[in-house]
């Protein structure tokens, strides 16, 4: 197949400055495998810029040598990527984040989440903003924080760094009405 690199990726401006690809390619239920590799190395040359791996998907090794097989710049390739609870807490994410480096073999995160509201947040959120500092990770964000205003406030209200990005989960069981209809009454404004 040939390569065809000209796809015109729509790009979404975060709150700290940086552009993200607003569309990518999510890697939740693909194995750690050469198929994984071979599928995402295809996809980047196709175009694609952005890929959403989590540690929890257990295939960082393969998203990682994808990035680096698909002769694609690492700096032209949009990395997201979440931590799971168990790896909530100050000094204990620090070690997440670079064991996730090392796995994945870059030197950068572009996007990293907390994925759920659970253990030590709080903590954890602070060893992320240290790791925008230290250029391990562009921008932090949280992910599923909207189950009630009292989790987003003790999270939100205690951050140097505020989130970059905001994921929700949303599809039929998970129908997000609120928020979907605060995002259309904002764009109608």
Not at 142 to 169: L, T
Request: glycine letters at 6%; proline letters at 4%.
């Amino acid at each position: 197949m040939a390569d065809t690199t000209n796809l015109t990726m729509p790009m979404l401006k975060l709150n700290n400055g940086i552009e993200m690809p607003q569309f990518g390619i999510g890697t939740f239920t693909l194995p750690d495998n050469e198929t994984t590799v071979k599928l995402l190395v295809q996809a980047l040359k196709r175009g694609y810029r952005h890929i959403d791996t989590a540690h929890a998907y257990r295939n960082e090794e393969s998203v990682g040598k994808a990035i680096r097989e698909s002769g694609v710049p690492r700096e032209e390739i949009w990395l997201t990527s979440k931590l799971w609870p168990n790896e909530y807490g100050e000094g204990k994410t620090a070690k997440a984040i670079d064991e996730m480096l090392q796995r994945l073999g870059v030197d950068y995160i572009d996007l990293l989440y907390l994925h759920q509201p659970v253990g030590d947040y709080k903590g954890a959120w602070h060893d992320l903003e240290k790791a925008v500092s230290k250029g391990k990770v562009r921008s932090i964000g949280i992910s599923n924080f909207d189950y009630n205003d009292r989790v987003f406030s003790d999270i939100v209200d205690s951050m140097k760094i505020k989130p970059a990005a905001m994921q929700i989960e949303c599809h039929p069981y998970a129908q997000r009405i609120l928020a979907r209809k605060a995002k259309t009454a904002q764009h109608s404004a």
